[in-house]
């Protein structure tokens, strides 16, 4: 797939920190401690419906991982995939009258526009499912060859459906941290099928599904025809993409299990066990106190806002207003302070001379390394500008330091 293109990123005076953040798997802050490069993977969208505020609450935080990995000096190597072939898709397709690649292809073209739109720095690796499944498939094969896959035949499908024996991985749930109680509780409205007859464990994930009638499938040497279960597209993507142990793995907090526990599992299956050092997840945003979701409905669309003629800076703003790790409730007045917000940084950093900037951008990068504390270095910015509003300074440079720091480091281009 075609990424979007990258936004300038202006150099900044002064030296990055390291960055430290809250790794799901052992509830501790940990510093990323990349190599020459970072690599950074982030499970992308499934392509049925437009993007929300609450993919761009994901999206714009690991965005700041990669802005401040680079600050620090690190060339980062991102992948990002497109679940451009599942069920939801599917079913949206026919509910619509559309072909599912057709659904897929405008809904992912919307998704580049929106992350164009609020500065958001695209992965090199931009790969949906259907271009990845050689890939995929090589990995399944190899699953069935460790012995950790096994068959369950269906009277509607043209050969069996393959799953994952889970006795074969070795520290199953320690992604999550969950117990299996926790587990079944979510694990069939995430995705999961408890109740399949001749599972060998209920929460045991598929692996291949059999082809189906009026379901696009694709024929690989030694796999019925068919396609990929969900959780195996990100492990086979990223292991041909980045390798292991990939830095930082990441993506919302209700990834966190079935998808990421199962993506590791995966890779255990086939002898992996360092896929990730770090996972990271991000909160989720609600409206009218629900998680926003495609299935619920309530959702506050990026190119809606966009539309409406919303500066996306704004929107970024909103964003950028709550902790990343944070669940909060998407508002209308949110969105007033974020542009009352956003116009007074642009009145202040359009005065001759100001106040030292220096202070503010050392504060900024600080909060960020400190597992993203956005928050704390959006108020350090109001802090400046009213100081500047108010009582003015006498340095030139100023405007232009903060506004390239703002722009580097926040994404906010003023």
């Not at 005065?351 to 990068?365: G, H």
């Amino acid at each position: 797939m075609i990424s979007w293109p990258p936004p300038f990123l202006p150099a900044i005076p002064g030296n990055g920190l390291a960055l430290r953040l809250h790794d799901t798997s052992s509830g501790e802050l940990r510093e990323v401690t990349p190599g020459t490069v970072a690599r950074l993977y982030v499970c992308g969208i499934t392509p049925y419906d437009a993007t929300h505020l609450g993919h761009a609450a994901t999206y714009v935080a690991f965005d700041l991982v990669g802005r401040v990995l680079r600050d620090n000096g690190h060339e980062v190597h991102y992948t990002q995939n497109v679940t451009d072939v599942d069920d939801p898709l599917l079913e949206r397709a026919k509910r619509d009258g559309i072909h599912w690649r057709d659904l897929a292809v405008a809904e992912a073209d919307l998704y580049r526009e929106d992350m164009t739109a609020l500065q958001v720095i695209p992965p090199q690796d931009y790969i949906g499912v259907v271009e990845a499944l050689p890939v995929i498939a090589d990995l399944v094969r190899r699953t069935i060859e460790s012995g950790a896959a096994y068959e369950l035949p269906n009277d509607d499908a043209e050969g069996p459906d393959l799953y994952v024996d889970l006795s074969h991985v070795s520290g199953f749930g320690s992604v999550s941290g969950w117990t299996r109680e926790q587990m079944l509780a979510v694990f069939a409205e995430r995705g999961g099928d408890p109740d399949r007859p001749g599972k060998r464990d209920v929460l045991d994930p598929l692996l291949w599904r059999a082809a189906r009638d009026g379901e696009p499938s694709w024929e690989f040497d030694g796999l019925p025809a068919g396609r990929p279960g969900w959780h195996v597209e990100c492990t086979a993507i990223a292991l041909d993409r980045l390798g292991v142990p990939i830095d930082v793995n990441g993506g919302g907090s209700d990834l966190i299990f079935p998808h990421h526990e199962m993506t590791v599992a995966q890779a255990s299956a086939i002898g992996v066990e360092d896929y990730a050092r770090l996972h990271a997840h991000a909160g989720m945003v609600g409206l009218d106190g629900h998680k926003m979701s495609k299935s619920r409905g309530n959702l506050v669309l990026v190119s809606k806002l966009r539309e409406d003629g919303v500066d996306p800076m704004a929107i970024r703003l909103v964003l950028l207003a709550h902790h990343y790790r944070s669940d909060w409730d998407y508002t209308p007045e949110l969105l007033t302070v974020a542009q009352v917000r956003l116009e007074r940084w642009r009145e202040a950093l359009s005065v001759n001379t100001a106040l030292s900037a220096d202070e503010t951008v050392a504060t900024i990068r600080a909060a960020l390394a400190d597992d993203l504390h956005a928050p704390r270095a959006i108020a350090a910015v109001d802090a400046w500008a009213e100081q500047t509003l108010a009582v003015g300074g006498d340095e030139q440079s100023a405007p232009g330091v903060l506004g390239r720091a703002l722009d580097a480091l926040l994404g906010i281009r003023v």
